[in-house]
């Protein structure tokens, strides 16, 4: 196989697809499917991987056979090698089941094989963030990062002293770095929060599989050292794959799109190979041919690639050919209010901000107009609470990550008028005991989604007793003042009560505001 210099996974960079679509609830469905090919290559890759890491032991018995006293340490070394690989995938695999079980497990749409809920983000927090209430041992995640460090020392252990100073160390792939939480400036309080909190499950299976590959990749790497140490020139290649490690196989028009394109194969470097893509020659290094093209084609865009090597031992050339494809799309942005379309003098206003395509740490926020300010709900990047002062029209406005200024306007109002209420009725005719029974006006937001309560700010009440002159009282707030009681009290039937010149103020409100009067007739 040919091994770069600096080791590249398939898709070693799923980790831009991760950033620039951690959109929580909102992510839009050709991202989701982004991810799910990006897994489902990763998963491809793997199998590859461990197919050939399968055919090298016996590949380091047969060399061994030149000088077994010489090279026998390889061939010990090789099963305890491959045991540390099995032991990492083991756990890794683990993880994968637990989340999926976590979030509802698989379902099965017109024979074919699905999750029930690729976009639940509660199981990576359950499973890899939070911490255990009981013993208060942080999540799974801590763990697999402690694990994934120790591995990177535990497979160079594997290497003879005398080879490393001799040769070098082979690469490992598996690059862990536990302090990218903070070099990144951000919110997160540790790198299983900054990696998982509150990701999608179906953003987070590739992850995990891509630390596989970084396992799978090391093994193999270790495994076609040993073989060069013996002296693996010689060896023949037998089976082979044609493989290509994008950048990302979502790109955004007008920006590059990046290919490794390699070679797979259960042998060493290849000498003398040629890399064509589309009938042109592109530059090779180290077994690796580096293709790029600009994105300039919305939509699917594939492309043929044809490696050429000459075999070292009968001079015979080969040639292989495999066909790619990679998206193209267009920067997108929404913001969308929760609740209503309007926002609401002196309550909450809940929206989402998506922004596909766009980096978290790039995409800037504004909002303007109305008194506006936003506040993070519960420290979400993309979930904000808007607070407005006045009526008229607010506007959040995106941008950064190559997103052009795009404005979201909306209409602000007051909350709407509540309606005066007395003993749950507008008006009519009450017995005289319920009447009596009541201790005052309440104001009531009818079909209004938001939590949000108005106050009666006061009233004046006038009883009309048969054949008598009104007895009026004016009363402050919503409950009934001394004179307002004593009226209620001498509720007889025939008597009839208005409520008129009824106020009430609601949140937001600079002044009371008049609202409907009431009528009701004693029986």
């Known amino acids: 196989m040919s091994i770069p210099k600096e080791p590249r996974q398939l898709m070693i960079t799923i980790m831009y697809l991760v950033l620039t679509a951690m959109l929580a609830l909102n992510v839009s469905a050709e991202v989701f499917n982004a991810f799910k090919l990006v897994d489902e290559s990763l998963e491809q890759s793997n199998r590859q991987l461990t197919a050939e890491n399968e055919a090298l032991p016996a590949t380091i018995n047969r060399l061994a056979q030149r000088d077994p006293d010489t090279y026998e340490r390889y061939v010990d070394l090789t099963p305890q ?9 083991d756990y890794l695999e683990g ?37 255990d209430l009981v013993t208060g041992e942080p999540g799974e995640g801590a763990r697999l990062l402690q694990r994934m460090m120790a591995a990177q020392d535990e497979f160079l252990d594997f290497i003879p002293e005398d080879d490393i100073e001799r040769h070098g160390p082979p690469p490992i792939a598996i690059s862990m770095d536990p302090d990218v939480w903070k070099d990144a400036d951000s919110p997160r309080e540790s790198w ?21 590959n970084d396992v799978r990749l090391t093994e193999n790497n270790i495994l076609q050292y040993y073989i060069q140490r013996i002296g693996g020139e010689d060896v023949v290649f037998d089976e082979f794959y044609v493989v290509a490690s994008p950048s990302s196989s979502y790109v955004i028009r007008g920006e590059t799109y990046e290919s490794d394109i390699f070679l797979s194969a259960a042998s060493s470097a290849l000498p003398d190979m040629e890399v064509l893509v589309n009938g042109r020659p592109i530059p090779v290094e180290d077994g690796i041919g580096r293709f790029t093209t600009s994105a300039q084609t919305v939509g699917v865009n594939q492309y043929t690639a044809i490696i050429r090597y000459t075999n070292p031992v009968t001079d015979e050339v080969s040639e292989f050919t495999n ?10 942005a929404n913001v969308a209010a929760e609740k209503m379309n309007v926002f609401y003098i002196g309550v909450d206003n809940p929206v989402s901000i998506s922004a596909a395509g766009i980096p978290t740490a790039q995409l800037n926020i504004e909002a303007q ?50 309606v005066a209420n007395f003993a749950g009725e507008v008006g009519g005719a009450l017995g005289d005991g319920q009447f009596r029974a009541q201790r005052g006006v309440i104001a009531v937001l009818e079909n209004f989604d938001f939590d949000a309560r108005c106050e009666i700010a006061g009233f004046r009440l006038v009883r009309i007793e048969r054949r008598q002159d009104p007895q009026i009282a004016d009363n402050v707030g919503g409950s009934f003042g001394a004179e307002a009681q004593r009226l209620v009290e001498q509720a007889s039937p025939g008597d009839r009560y208005f409520f008129e010149n009824v106020r009430a103020r609601c949140p937001g409100d600079a002044a009371t505001r008049r609202i409907n009067d009431m009528g009701f007739t004693i029986r």
Not at 109 to 115: A, I, K, N, S, T
Not at 396 to 411: A, K
């Open 323 to 332: 066909t790619f494809q990679f998206e193209v799309g267009l920067r997108s």
């Open 95 to 131: 993880i994968i089941a637990d989340l999926i079980e976590e979030s509802g497990g698989w379902i099965e749409v017109d024979g074919e094989r699905r999750l029930r809920n690729d976009k639940h983000t509660e199981a990576a927090n359950r499973i890899l963030v939070n911490r």
């Open 81 to 89: 090698v491959r045991a540390k690989a099995d032991e990492l995938v």
């Open 192 to 212: 299983e929060d900054f990696m998982f909190s509150r990701m999608p499950l179906q953003a987070v299976l590739p992850i995990i599989r891509k630390y596989i």
């Open 369 to 418: 107009g109305a008194g506006i300010t936003l506040t993070p709900i519960d420290g979400s990047t993309n979930r904000f609470n808007a607070r407005v002062e006045q009526p008229g029209d607010a506007s959040i406005i995106l941008s950064g990550g190559g997103l052009e200024r795009t404005e979201f306007n909306f209409r602000v109002r007051r909350i709407p008028d509540p």
